[in-house]
C-alpha cells in the first residue's frame, strides 16, 4: 500500500517556466489537499478538493491551478513560477467522513 | 476553526513522559482537537483526536479539560525519534470542506538523550 506518492521529490526551476507537482492516493480517498510550508512556519493550505471534478482555494491559491479528473490524482500545477514559490509542498489525502489526513513526504521546489 | 495557542519549544528527557499543552478558549462545541506531528523534512503524521473525553491510542493520550478550553497531548516514554514539531488543531467533525485542516506553527518537542 503506497499511500500519498508525491513526484517529483526535488526539483529546481527557473522563473517564468512551468511545472507540475504530482499526488496520487490509492486508498480511495475523497478528500485531497496542496499545503506549502515555509522556514519556521506551518502548513499553508493552497487548494483543496472533496473530490473528482471539485476543488476549491484554500489560505494561498494566487499562481497555483488544481484539478481533479480522477479520485487518485491531485496535481499542482505553477503556470509561471517565482522566486516567492520556492517552498516545501505536501499532498494530503483523507475520506470525507475520516479522521486521519494522510501526507506525502513532500516536493522540495527552488526557483531561482 | 478556533485558533490555538502551543509554546515554541520544548524539551523532554528520553524515556521519561512528555507533556505538550495547548489552548484553545474559543472552541465551539462541535469541534474536535486534533494532533498532528511532523518530523523533520517529512510530511506530518496524524496522532489522535478527541471532542470531549480523554482518548489514549498506541502512540499517545490526549487529555481534554472539562471546559474544553486546553488539552494535553501526552507521550508516556519519550524516544529520540519523538523529537518533532507538534501541532494541536481545532476543527469541525470531518465533513467536506471542513476536512481541511489549518496548521499553527506548533511546539518543537527535542527529546534529550
Known amino acids: 500500500n503506497a499511500g500519498v506518492t508525491q513526484t517529483p521529490k526535488f526539483q529546481v526551476l527557473k522563473t517564468g517556466q512551468s511545472m507540475t507537482l504530482q499526488c496520487a492516493q490509492d486508498?480511495?480517498?475523497?478528500?485531497m489537499s496542496w499545503y506549502r510550508q515555509d522556514p519556521g512556519m506551518g502548513l499553508r493550505l493552497i487548494h483543496y478538493?472533496?473530490?473528482?471534478?471539485?476543488?476549491d482555494q484554500g489560505e494561498v491559491p494566487n499562481g497555483y491551478n488544481v484539478s481533479r479528473s480522477t479520485t487518485e490524482d491531485f496535481p499542482l500545477r505553477l503556470l509561471s513560477a517565482a522566486p516567492s514559490q520556492t517552498s516545501v509542498y505536501f499532498c494530503?489525502?483523507?475520506?470525507?467522513?475520516?479522521?486521519?489526513?494522510?501526507f506525502g513526504q513532500g516536493t522540495r521546489l527552488t526557483v531561482v | 476553526d478556533a485558533k490555538t495557542t502551543q509554546p515554541t519549544s520544548m524539551d523532554c528527557a528520553e524515556g521519561r513522559a512528555a507533556n505538550l499543552p495547548c489552548n484553545h478558549s474559543?472552541?465551539?462545541?462541535?469541534?474536535?482537537v486534533y494532533w498532528y506531528r511532523q518530523i523533520h523534512s517529512q510530511g506530518p503524521q496524524y496522532i489522535i483526536h478527541?471532542?470531549?473525553n480523554n482518548e489514549t491510542n498506541e502512540m499517545a493520550s490526549l487529555i481534554i479539560t472539562e471546559d474544553r478550553k486546553s488539552s494535553t497531548l501526552i507521550l508516556p516514554h519519550a524516544t529520540l525519534r519523538d523529537t518533532a514539531v507538534y501541532y494541536c488543531?481545532?476543527?469541525?467533525?470531518?465533513?467536506?470542506?471542513?476536512?481541511?485542516?489549518?496548521f499553527g506553527t506548533g511546539t518543537l518537542l527535542a527529546v534529550q538523550p
Open positions: 494530503a489525502s483523507s475520506y470525507l467522513r475520516g479522521t486521519e489526513a494522510f
Open positions: 486508498m480511495n480517498h475523497e478528500y
Open positions: 478538493s472533496v473530490g473528482a471534478g471539485i476543488t
Open positions: 474559543t472552541i465551539s462545541g462541535n469541534e474536535y
Open positions: 478527541g471532542l470531549k
Open positions: 488543531i481545532v476543527r469541525v467533525a470531518s465533513s467536506g470542506a471542513t476536512n481541511k485542516l489549518i
